[in-house]
């Protein structure tokens, strides 16, 4: 749900920033919200094609991340104790059989959508992937903000995704118009 507009500030830039600030209804800041620019004309440049989502303490880090379709992402188990990570999702099915260390071999999330990802020996464990096909992707931070830099000047839909709404697949979407620098600030709700 987009509550504030988006401001622009300089009409003579061909490359535009979006500062995203996210608040839930009741104003507190917004942590982890996975955010992806996609374009709608025009080519979309590759982006970084690798990622690693970790495991330290029981715990996958980071708890959500957005890439781009056709990412390769590696698991490292950094614990002492093994893990068997897997993911039922729709987007991304894969199976990582208990193992300690790296895998050989990272694993390829080549369609868009959100996958969940867990572990068959810890039930707590769980992260989250967005994947867009874009490279224009951030997550928001401790003070529910993000910034895209140097995006091309151009109209794209925001594309957006909150833990608290586990068990939906649904990425919720708002229009940008970027013909320069700009601010948004998303309000998100308990329902998509």
Same mark, same amino acid.
């Given at each position: ?25 009741? *104003?507190?800041?917004? &942590?982890?919200?996975?955010? @992806?620019?996609? =374009? ?7 982006? $970084? ?41 729709? *987007?991304?099915?894969? &199976?990582?059989?208990?193992? @300690?260390?790296? =895998? ?7 369609? $868009? ?80």
């Amino acid at each position: 749900m987009l509550l504030g507009g988006f401001s622009l500030l300089n009409a003579s830039v061909m490359a535009a920033n979006l500062a995203v600030s996210a608040v839930d209804e009741r *104003a507190a800041v917004v &942590e982890n919200l996975a955010l @992806a620019l996609l =374009p709608l004309n025009g080519p979309v440049p590759a982006g $970084p094609k690798t990622a690693e989502i970790g495991q330290e303490n029981k715990t996958f880090i980071p708890l959500v991340s957005v890439v781009q379709t056709g990412t390769a992402i590696s698991f490292p188990n950094r614990d002492t104790v093994r893990h068997h990570v897997y993911s039922f999702s729709p *987007a991304k099915t894969f &199976e990582l059989k208990l193992y @300690a260390g790296t =895998p050989a071999k990272p694993v390829t999330f080549n369609e $868009p959508g959100l996958v969940v990802l867990g572990c068959n020996i810890h039930d707590h464990m769980v992260a989250y992937v967005m994947v867009a096909n874009t490279p224009w992707q951030a997550v928001t931070d401790a003070q529910g903000r993000a910034e895209f830099k140097d995006v091309p000047a151009g109209e794209y839909d925001l594309q957006y995704w909150h833990p608290r709404w586990a068990g939906r697949a649904e990425l919720p979407r708002v229009r940008v118009n970027l013909a320069r620098d700009g601010k948004m600030r998303l309000v998100i709700t308990d329902k998509p």
